[in-house]
């Protein structure tokens, strides 16, 4: 890639929107961990795009990389959970990444092959800030009027926040600020059903 490629790239996704594999260099599990990982955590932080630098393989045997077909394979997978939109070859070493709506998330289809993200914890809202189980509940008011529910019982309403809580906490990385993520999340989605 040429110097002004590279300062367009820069100019475009700056780092806070770019996955460097390569300099990274792990295994391809190590790879596709971290890259759905970060792809999740980027949805959620309302990234429209991103890019994703897996290099070539022009240092493997063979020009072969392993890291840049882990990616490959993830993709698709991402795309049928309602995590990203598309993507599309940028480079022969790097993709561009369409980030779905947070919304959704809760519209992704369960599929026999594919093994759940699981949840960090379990699907439980008593830990959570009062502030949060506001926004939860806010968003199943808003999510559960879409489907055409407008007087919702206090069992539907538990478990349209309970369903959301599952799917937006299972995009969310592990650390100090997850609960700050997950109400920016809830924020996002509830900004999206008004926009809708």
């Known amino acids: 890639m040429t110097g002004l490629a590279r300062a367009f790239d820069e100019l475009r996704f700056g780092g806070q929107r770019t996955l460097n594999l390569r300099a990274l260099q792990p295994t391809a599990l190590q790879a596709t ?18 890019l994703v630098i897996t290099g070539r393989g022009n240092n493997s045997i063979d020009d ?25 070859e940028h480079t022969p070493g790097s993709f561009v990444v369409t980030f779905a709506p947070v919304t959704a998330l809760f ?6 092959r594919e093994k759940p993200a699981p949840a960090p914890r379990p699907p439980t809202l008593a ?4 502030a949060t ?21 206090r069992a539907q309403l538990e478990d349209e926040m309970l369903r959301q809580f599952a799917a937006l906490s299972a995009a969310l990385p592990d650390g100090a600020d997850r609960e700050a993520l997950l109400q920016q999340a809830l924020r996002r989605a509830a900004e999206e059903y008004e926009a809708g």
Not at 33 to 50: D, H, N, P, S, T
Not at 68 to 84: A, G, M, T, W
Not at 143 to 153: E, I, R
């Open 33 to 50: 961990q971290l890259a759905e990982r970060w792809l999740r955590e980027q949805q959620v932080l309302g990234a429209g795009e991103a």
């Open 107 to 112: 519209e992704a289809p369960k599929r026999r």
């Open 133 to 153: 189980v506001k926004l939860l509940r806010d968003l199943a008011v808003m999510s559960l009027a879409v489907l055409g529910v407008n007087a919702p019982t």
């Open 64 to 88: 072969y990389s392993p890291v840049r077909e882990s990616i490959v394979k993830l993709l698709p997978s991402l795309r049928r959970r309602n995590v990203i939109d598309g993507y599309a």
């Open 127 to 130: 830990g959570l800030d009062e």
